[in-house]
C-alpha cells in the first residue's frame, strides 16, 4: 500500500478511539434507564435475529424499501470484507492482496454487490427526495449518508481497478478487470497515484461514515440488531404492573426521560425512523398530530439532552441544570393530546421492523398524567368514577348482573353453583343492548352443543382494561386483585370471553396478581365445536361478508383465523377480505380506553374503519369484538349506509345457521323474571 503508512495509522486510530468513546456515550446514556429483564430465552431471541435481522422478515413487507434495504444490508457485510483486508494490509503491510481463486471469489462477489449497493442508494435517494414520500423526512442526515455510502464503495472499486491495472489478470472480477483493462493504457505512474488517492478517499469515508454514524439516525445499523435480540416476548397485550408497595417512590408512570427502562432508552436509538409506524397509527391516518415515530425521536432527544445533566448536576447543584432536567415528557415533550389519541392498537409495534416497543411509553406517560400529576380528559374521569362506584364504565347499576343468569337459564357461580365453563359476561354484554344479543347468540349455542356453562353473576365486574389503558393503574390493581380472587374461589375448568379486551386482560396480565387460568374468546371455542360436529352449520344464508380484525383479539393475540374458520363453515357464506386485514388491520378506533374518550381531531376512526369496509361491496360487516361492533354500528350510519350493511358478531351468524330458532334476548335482564 502506498499510504504513508504513518499517517495511516495514526488517522485510523484516531478515527476508531472517537468511535469508541462515542458508542461509550451512548451506552452509559441508555444505561440511565431502569432496570429491565431481556435475556430470557436465549434460543427463541436468535430465532428472530435469523428471520428479522438476516431475514428482513418486517422489512420486506413493504416491496419497494425491502428490496431496497436487503440490497443495502446484504451489501454491507461483502464491503466489509474489502474494508477489513484494506485496514489489515494498511496496519500490516506484509499481508498480501488476496489473490488466486479466493481473492476472485472476493472480488466478484465485491463487484456485483457494489452494483446492489450504489442501485439501493438511488432508490433511497429517489424514495425520500423525488418521490417525496410522506412519511420520510427529507434532510441533510440521510443524504450524507447515502453520499457517503457511495463514495466508500466506489473508492473501494477503484482501488480494486487501479490495483488490477498495475498487476493485470492475479484475479477475475468482472469490474474491476473491465476497469483495471482501460487504466493500464496511462501511465504506471498515473495508476500509482490513481491508487494512492483511492486509498485516502476510501480511509477517510469509512472512518468518517464511523465517527458520524452515533450522531445519525443510520446508527440504527448497529443497534437494530440487538434490539431485536432485547424484543419484548411477552404476548403484546401485556403491560408492565407498577409497585404501588414500594412507599420510597414518589412518581408513578413515566414523567422523565429517566424513568423508562434501558430497552426503552435503547429503543430510541435502534429507530429507524422510516415512518412506517406514523403511517400504520390509526390515529394519525386520520388526521390526529399523534406522530409515534416522533415520540421514539423525542425520547431520544430528550435523554440526549437531560443525560449529561442527570450525571452532572448531582455534581453542581445547578437549579439550571435540575429545572432541564424535571421538564416531563407526558404534556412537556410529549402534547398530551397525542397521548389521549393512541388507541393502543398496536399498529405501531407490528410493523416496526426494528421492534420498538410505543404502546408501552405511551400508556407510561398516561399513568404519570393520571397518577401523579391528576390531568387526564373529563371523560376519562367519569369512566374511573362510574368503573370504581358501579363496576362498569356505564356507570349502570350493579343488580343488572343478580339476574343474567335466570334470565339466559344457566348457573350462576355466585349463588354456589357451580359450571366446568365460566362464561365472562363482560360490561358490555351485560348493559348495552346490541352486545347482549351476541352473548343470546353465544350462549345459545353453547348450550345447543351440550356445554356446562355458568357466570359469577352478581360477583362479575369490569376486568380494569379501560382503566388500565386509560393510567389508572390503581384501580386497575384494585378490581384485578378482587377479580382474581373471586376468579378463584369459582375455579373454573376455563374461562370463556366475548369480549377481546376481557380475554387479553385474564388470560395474559391477571397472572401477575395469581390469576392463572386458560381462557378462551368465543371464536376459538366455537370453532372447536364446529370442527368437532357439536354445532353443524346448516342453514343457507346467502350472504357476502367481510371480517373486521379487533385488534386485541388479532395484533396482541394472534387470533385471525379462528372467526374466519366458523364463517367460511357456513353454507352459502362468502367472505372478502377488507384491504388493510389481519396484521395490517386498522383498529375501530376502541382501544386503549378510546370507546369512553371524545375524538376532537381529524375524522372519526370508525368512520375511517366503516368506509373501509364498504369499500369491499360487502352487505354484512362481521366482528368478534363488542366495542367493535358499537364503533362499525356507528360509523356505518354516520356515513348513511345503515339500510344497506349489517353490523353483526360472527357468533349471530352462525346462531343464524345452526339454530333452529334463536331465543330471543333478554329485554330487561335488570329485572327478575315475573315483575
Not at 446484504?74 to 506484509?94: A, C, D, H, K, M
Not at 448531582?314 to 432541564?324: D, H, N
Amino acid at each position: 500500500m502506498s499510504l504513508n503508512y504513518l499517517s495511516f495509522v495514526v488517522v485510523v486510530v484516531l478515527g476508531i478511539l472517537w468511535f469508541l468513546l462515542l458508542i461509550m456515550e451512548k451506552w452509559e446514556l441508555v444505561s440511565l434507564g431502569q432496570p429491565a429483564q431481556r435475556l430470557d430465552n436465549p434460543s427463541r431471541r436468535w430465532q428472530g435475529v435469523w428471520r428479522d435481522v438476516f431475514g428482513q422478515r418486517r422489512v420486506l413487507l413493504e416491496r419497494f424499501s425491502g428490496i431496497m434495504h436487503v440490497m443495502m444490508f446484504w451489501g454491507f457485510f461483502v464491503v466489509s470484507i474489502q474494508t477489513i483486508i484494506f485496514f489489515l494490509r494498511g496496519l500490516i503491510p506484509v499481508i498480501p492482496n488476496p489473490t488466486g481463486i479466493f481473492g476472485s471469489i472476493i472480488d466478484t462477489a465485491f463487484d456485483i454487490t457494489a452494483v446492489f449497493v450504489v442501485v439501493a442508494a438511488l432508490m433511497a435517494a429517489y424514495k425520500r427526495y423525488v418521490a417525496n414520500t410522506p412519511r420520510l423526512v427529507r434532510n441533510w442526515d440521510a443524504g450524507l449518508i447515502l453520499l457517503l455510502i457511495a463514495v466508500i464503495v466506489m473508492a473501494q472499486l477503484s482501488i480494486e481497478a487501479f490495483q488490477l491495472a498495475l498487476t493485470p489478470g492475479v484475479v477475475f472480477a468482472p469490474l474491476g478487470n473491465m476497469l483495471g483493462s482501460w487504466l493500464h493504457h496511462f501511465s504506471y505512474a498515473t495508476d500509482l497515484v490513481g491508487l494512492d488517492v483511492s486509498n485516502w478517499v476510501n480511509a477517510l469515508g469509512l472512518l468518517a461514515f464511523l465517527v458520524y454514524l452515533p450522531y445519525s439516525k443510520h446508527f440504527h445499523l448497529l443497534v437494530a440488531p440487538f434490539n431485536v435480540y432485547l424484543r419484548n416476548l411477552e404476548s403484546k397485550g401485556r403491560l408492565p404492573a407498577l409497585d404501588f408497595e414500594d412507599e420510597t417512590v414518589e412518581s408513578y408512570g413515566i414523567g422523565q426521560v429517566s424513568d423508562l427502562t434501558w430497552k426503552d432508552l435503547l429503543d430510541a436509538y435502534a429507530c429507524v425512523q422510516c415512518g412506517r409506524c406514523t403511517a400504520a397509527c390509526p390515529a394519525n391516518q386520520t388526521g390526529k398530530t399523534l406522530n409515534p415515530k416522533g415520540i421514539i425521536v423525542s425520547i431520544r432527544h430528550n435523554l440526549e439532552e437531560v443525560g449529561p445533566a442527570l450525571k452532572e448536576t448531582a455534581a453542581s447543584g445547578s437549579p439550571q441544570l435540575q429545572e432541564l432536567i424535571d421538564r416531563p415528557l407526558a404534556g412537556g415533550i410529549i402534547d398530551q393530546e397525542d397521548l389521549w389519541a393512541c388507541t393502543t392498537c398496536g399498529a405501531c409495534v407490528q410493523v416496526c421492523p426494528v421492534f420498538d416497543e410505543h404502546v408501552v411509553k405511551i400508556v407510561g406517560m398516561r399513568r404519570h398524567l393520571v397518577l401523579t400529576q391528576g390531568e387526564m380528559p373529563l371523560e376519562a374521569q367519569t369512566t374511573f368514577r362510574n368503573v370504581e362506584n358501579q363496576g362498569n364504565p356505564w356507570g349502570l347499576g350493579k343488580d343488572v348482573r343478580q339476574h343474567l343468569a335466570e334470565n339466559y337459564g344457566i348457573k350462576d357461580v355466585s349463588r354456589g353453583e357451580h359450571a366446568k365453563i365460566l362464561y365472562w359476561m363482560g360490561c358490555a354484554a351485560t348493559y348495552d343492548d346490541r352486545a347482549r344479543k351476541v352473548a343470546n347468540a353465544t350462549i345459545s349455542l353453547l348450550k345447543q352443543a351440550g356445554v356446562d356453562v355458568g357466570i359469577l353473576g352478581s360477583w362479575e365486574q369490569c376486568t380494569g382494561d379501560p382503566a388500565r389503558r386509560l393510567g389508572n393503574e390503581y384501580l386497575y390493581q384494585s378490581l384485578a386483585t378482587e377479580n382474581v380472587k373471586r376468579l378463584n374461589d369459582a375455579d373454573p375448568e376455563l374461562i370463556l370471553t366475548t369480549c377481546p379486551h376481557c380475554f387479553n386482560t385474564i388470560k395474559n396480565e391477571y397472572p401477575d396478581f395469581g390469576g392463572h387460568y386458560q381462557v378462551k374468546h368465543h371464536s376459538e371455542f366455537l370453532a372447536e365445536l364446529v370442527a368437532q360436529g357439536r354445532l353443524t352449520p346448516a342453514k343457507g344464508l346467502n350472504e357476502t361478508l367481510t371480517y373486521h380484525d379487533s385488534c386485541y383479539l388479532g395484533r396482541h393475540n394472534g387470533i385471525y383465523d379462528a372467526p374466519r374458520d366458523v364463517l367460511q363453515s357456513i353454507p352459502g357464506v362468502e367472505l372478502t377480505e377488507m384491504e388493510r386485514s389481519r396484521e395490517r388491520g386498522f383498529c375501530c378506533g376502541a382501544g386503549g380506553g378510546r370507546m369512553w374518550l371524545e375524538e376532537h381531531q381529524g375524522q372519526r376512526i370508525n368512520q375511517n374503519r366503516s368506509q373501509q369496509a364498504l369499500d369491499t361491496g360487502a352487505s354484512t360487516i362481521a366482528t368478534a369484538c363488542p366495542f367493535c361492533l358499537t364503533m362499525l354500528k356507528d360509523g356505518i350510519q354516520s356515513l348513511g349506509q345503515e339500510d344497506h350493511v349489517q353490523i353483526r358478531d360472527f357468533s349471530e351468524v352462525l346462531a343464524e345457521s345452526v339454530l333452529p330458532v334463536i331465543p330471543p334476548s333478554p329485554s330487561e335482564v335488570s329485572q327478575p323474571k315475573g315483575q
